[in-house]
Protein backbone atom coordinates (compact mmCIF):
# COMPACT_ATOMS: atom_id res chain seq x y z
CA UNK A 1 0.00 0.00 0.00
CA UNK A 2 1.65 3.76 -0.92
CA UNK A 3 1.15 6.46 1.37
CA UNK A 4 -1.44 8.14 -0.07
CA UNK A 5 -3.94 5.03 0.58
CA UNK A 6 -2.24 4.33 3.97
CA UNK A 7 -2.97 4.90 7.73
CA UNK A 8 -1.92 8.97 8.82
CA UNK A 9 -0.97 8.56 12.17
CA UNK A 10 0.42 11.41 14.42
CA UNK A 11 2.45 10.67 17.33
CA UNK A 12 2.30 12.80 20.42
CA UNK A 13 4.32 11.93 23.54
CA UNK A 14 7.04 13.97 25.82
CA UNK A 15 9.36 10.84 25.83
CA UNK A 16 11.70 10.50 22.69
CA UNK A 17 11.87 6.75 23.31
CA UNK A 18 8.74 6.31 23.23
CA UNK A 19 7.67 7.83 20.16
CA UNK A 20 10.49 5.89 18.57
CA UNK A 21 9.18 3.08 19.60
CA UNK A 22 5.44 3.66 18.27
CA UNK A 23 7.28 4.50 15.46
CA UNK A 24 9.10 1.30 15.16
CA UNK A 25 6.17 -0.88 15.64
CA UNK A 26 4.43 0.99 12.98
CA UNK A 27 7.38 0.80 10.58
CA UNK A 28 6.56 -2.57 10.37
CA UNK A 29 3.18 -2.46 8.94
CA UNK A 30 2.33 -2.04 5.25
CA UNK A 31 -0.75 -0.19 5.77
CA UNK A 32 0.45 2.58 8.49
CA UNK A 33 2.42 5.30 7.86
CA UNK A 34 3.64 8.17 10.96
CA UNK A 35 3.03 11.66 9.04
CA UNK A 36 4.04 13.78 12.16
CA UNK A 37 4.83 13.78 16.01
CA UNK A 38 5.30 16.07 18.80
CA UNK A 39 6.30 16.46 22.40
CA UNK A 40 3.69 18.11 24.21
CA UNK A 41 0.13 19.40 24.09
CA UNK A 42 0.66 22.67 22.51
CA UNK A 43 2.61 20.99 19.43
CA UNK A 44 -0.39 18.59 19.78
CA UNK A 45 -3.00 21.42 18.91
CA UNK A 46 -0.75 22.47 16.70
CA UNK A 47 -0.17 19.79 14.42
CA UNK A 48 -4.22 18.79 14.75
CA UNK A 49 -4.30 22.36 13.07
CA UNK A 50 -1.53 22.51 10.51
CA UNK A 51 -0.84 18.62 9.48
CA UNK A 52 -2.73 16.40 7.77
CA UNK A 53 -3.60 12.71 10.00
CA UNK A 54 -6.34 10.32 10.13
CA UNK A 55 -5.58 9.54 14.01
CA UNK A 56 -3.31 11.23 16.56
CA UNK A 57 -1.92 8.77 19.62
CA UNK A 58 -1.85 11.30 22.17
CA UNK A 59 -0.18 11.18 25.23
CA UNK A 60 -2.46 11.51 28.60
CA UNK A 61 0.32 13.14 30.85
CA UNK A 62 2.34 15.72 29.51
CA UNK A 63 4.80 18.50 30.94
CA UNK A 64 2.60 21.71 29.71
CA UNK A 65 -1.12 20.74 28.97
CA UNK A 66 -3.39 17.92 30.81
CA UNK A 67 -4.15 15.08 27.77
CA UNK A 68 -7.60 15.36 28.28
CA UNK A 69 -7.75 19.19 28.07
CA UNK A 70 -5.96 19.03 24.88
CA UNK A 71 -7.71 16.35 23.64
CA UNK A 72 -10.99 18.34 24.13
CA UNK A 73 -9.85 20.89 22.60
CA UNK A 74 -8.79 18.91 19.59
CA UNK A 75 -12.18 17.05 19.47
CA UNK A 76 -13.89 21.19 19.51
CA UNK A 77 -12.07 22.00 16.31
CA UNK A 78 -10.95 18.91 14.45
CA UNK A 79 -13.82 16.62 15.07
CA UNK A 80 -13.13 14.13 12.30
CA UNK A 81 -9.60 13.80 13.78
CA UNK A 82 -9.85 10.26 15.76
CA UNK A 83 -7.76 10.87 19.00
CA UNK A 84 -6.64 7.57 20.49
CA UNK A 85 -5.39 7.93 24.03
CA UNK A 86 -1.70 6.63 25.23
CA UNK A 87 -1.15 5.94 28.82
CA UNK A 88 0.84 4.35 31.29
CA UNK A 89 -2.53 4.25 34.15
CA UNK A 90 -4.69 1.20 34.30
CA UNK A 91 -7.82 1.70 31.95
CA UNK A 92 -10.09 1.89 35.12
CA UNK A 93 -8.57 5.34 35.89
CA UNK A 94 -8.41 7.38 32.96
CA UNK A 95 -10.52 5.97 30.11
CA UNK A 96 -13.53 6.81 30.28
CA UNK A 97 -13.21 10.12 31.44
CA UNK A 98 -11.42 9.90 28.07
CA UNK A 99 -13.93 8.33 25.55
CA UNK A 100 -16.51 11.24 27.47
CA UNK A 101 -14.09 14.11 26.48
CA UNK A 102 -14.01 12.78 22.46
CA UNK A 103 -11.40 10.18 22.28
CA UNK A 104 -12.06 6.94 20.17
CA UNK A 105 -10.21 4.60 22.85
CA UNK A 106 -7.87 3.96 24.77
CA UNK A 107 -4.62 2.33 24.95
CA UNK A 108 -2.29 1.11 27.80
CA UNK A 109 1.36 1.84 26.45
CA UNK A 110 2.55 -1.55 28.40
CA UNK A 111 0.37 -3.30 25.90
CA UNK A 112 1.75 -5.92 22.91
CA UNK A 113 2.50 -4.21 19.96
CA UNK A 114 0.17 -6.13 17.73
CA UNK A 115 -2.60 -4.50 19.88
CA UNK A 116 -1.70 -1.01 19.11
CA UNK A 117 -1.91 -1.90 15.41
CA UNK A 118 -5.09 -3.65 15.58
CA UNK A 119 -6.58 -0.27 17.57
CA UNK A 120 -5.32 1.84 14.91
CA UNK A 121 -6.89 -0.40 11.60
CA UNK A 122 -9.83 -0.45 14.09
CA UNK A 123 -10.05 3.30 14.49
CA UNK A 124 -9.34 3.85 11.15
CA UNK A 125 -12.27 1.98 9.85
CA UNK A 126 -14.64 4.25 11.94
CA UNK A 127 -15.21 2.24 15.21
CA UNK A 128 -14.00 2.53 18.76
CA UNK A 129 -11.23 0.68 20.42
CA UNK A 130 -12.64 -0.64 23.56
CA UNK A 131 -9.45 -3.42 24.88
CA UNK A 132 -11.35 -6.03 27.17
CA UNK A 133 -10.16 -4.92 30.45
CA UNK A 134 -12.00 -1.50 29.33
CA UNK A 135 -15.27 -3.44 28.12
CA UNK A 136 -15.55 -4.59 31.69
CA UNK A 137 -14.69 -1.64 33.54
CA UNK A 138 -17.29 -0.13 31.07
CA UNK A 139 -20.20 -3.10 31.67
CA UNK A 140 -19.43 -2.32 35.67
CA UNK A 141 -20.43 1.72 35.23
CA UNK A 142 -23.24 0.36 33.45
CA UNK A 143 -24.31 -1.93 36.28
CA UNK A 144 -23.28 -0.46 39.24
CA UNK A 145 -25.24 1.87 41.23
CA UNK A 146 -25.89 5.59 39.85
CA UNK A 147 -24.37 6.99 42.98
CA UNK A 148 -21.12 8.37 41.85
CA UNK A 149 -18.12 7.93 43.72
CA UNK A 150 -16.76 11.46 45.06
CA UNK A 151 -13.48 11.08 42.79
CA UNK A 152 -16.16 11.01 39.95
CA UNK A 153 -16.56 14.78 40.37
CA UNK A 154 -12.99 16.09 40.08
CA UNK A 155 -12.15 18.06 36.96
CA UNK A 156 -9.87 16.69 35.11
CA UNK A 157 -6.90 18.60 36.07
CA UNK A 158 -8.26 18.11 39.86
CA UNK A 159 -7.95 14.11 39.35
CA UNK A 160 -4.96 13.99 37.58
CA UNK A 161 -3.74 15.89 40.99
CA UNK A 162 -5.35 13.47 43.24
CA UNK A 163 -3.69 10.94 41.20
CA UNK A 164 -0.58 12.36 41.52
CA UNK A 165 -0.65 13.29 45.53
CA UNK A 166 -1.89 9.72 45.92
CA UNK A 167 0.77 8.55 44.13
CA UNK A 168 3.49 9.77 46.95
CA UNK A 169 4.07 13.54 45.58
CA UNK A 170 4.36 16.88 47.04
CA UNK A 171 3.07 19.73 45.95
CA UNK A 172 5.94 21.03 45.01
CA UNK A 173 6.95 17.94 42.78
CA UNK A 174 3.21 17.74 40.67
CA UNK A 175 4.19 21.63 40.33
CA UNK A 176 7.41 21.51 38.57
CA UNK A 177 6.00 18.13 36.85
CA UNK A 178 3.10 20.28 35.17
CA UNK A 179 4.43 23.87 34.54
CA UNK A 180 2.48 25.00 37.72
CA UNK A 181 2.91 27.42 40.07
CA UNK A 182 2.72 25.62 43.86
CA UNK A 183 -0.27 27.90 44.56
CA UNK A 184 -2.04 26.83 42.10
CA UNK A 185 -1.30 23.30 42.50
CA UNK A 186 -2.40 23.90 46.20
CA UNK A 187 -5.50 25.19 45.58
CA UNK A 188 -6.33 22.01 43.33
CA UNK A 189 -5.57 20.20 46.45
CA UNK A 190 -7.96 22.41 48.48
CA UNK A 191 -10.84 21.98 46.46
CA UNK A 192 -9.98 18.45 45.92
CA UNK A 193 -10.16 17.29 49.47
CA UNK A 194 -13.33 20.23 50.28
CA UNK A 195 -15.17 17.88 47.24
CA UNK A 196 -14.24 14.54 48.34
CA UNK A 197 -14.52 15.49 52.42
CA UNK A 198 -11.48 14.64 53.63
CA UNK A 199 -8.70 16.45 56.00
CA UNK A 200 -5.50 15.67 54.75
CA UNK A 201 -3.19 14.01 52.25
CA UNK A 202 -3.18 10.63 54.82
CA UNK A 203 -6.83 10.45 53.98
CA UNK A 204 -7.09 11.33 50.26
CA UNK A 205 -4.07 8.34 50.18
CA UNK A 206 -6.41 5.92 52.50
CA UNK A 207 -9.38 6.84 49.60
CA UNK A 208 -7.30 6.22 46.62
CA UNK A 209 -6.06 2.75 47.74
CA UNK A 210 -9.19 1.99 49.12
CA UNK A 211 -11.21 2.71 45.25
CA UNK A 212 -8.40 0.45 43.66
CA UNK A 213 -7.13 4.06 42.04
CA UNK A 214 -3.29 3.17 42.91
CA UNK A 215 -1.68 0.13 44.22
CA UNK A 216 -0.52 -0.39 48.27
Not at 33 to 48: D, F, H, K, P
Given at each position: ????????????????????????????????????????????????????????????????????EVLKQIHKEKPELAILM?????????????????????????????????????????????????????????????????????????????????????????????????????????????KMSLKNNAELMHYAIRH?????
Amino acid sequence: MNEKNSIRVMIVDDHAIVREGLKQILADTDDIVVTAEGENGLEAIRLSRTEKGDIMLLDITMPDKNGIEVLKQIHKEKPELAILMLSMHREDQYAIRSLKAGAVGYLNKQSAPNELVKAIRQVASGNKYISPVLAQELARHVTEDTQKAPHESLSDREFQTLMMIAGGKSVSDIATELSLSVKTVSEYRSRILSKMSLKNNAELMHYAIRHKLVTE
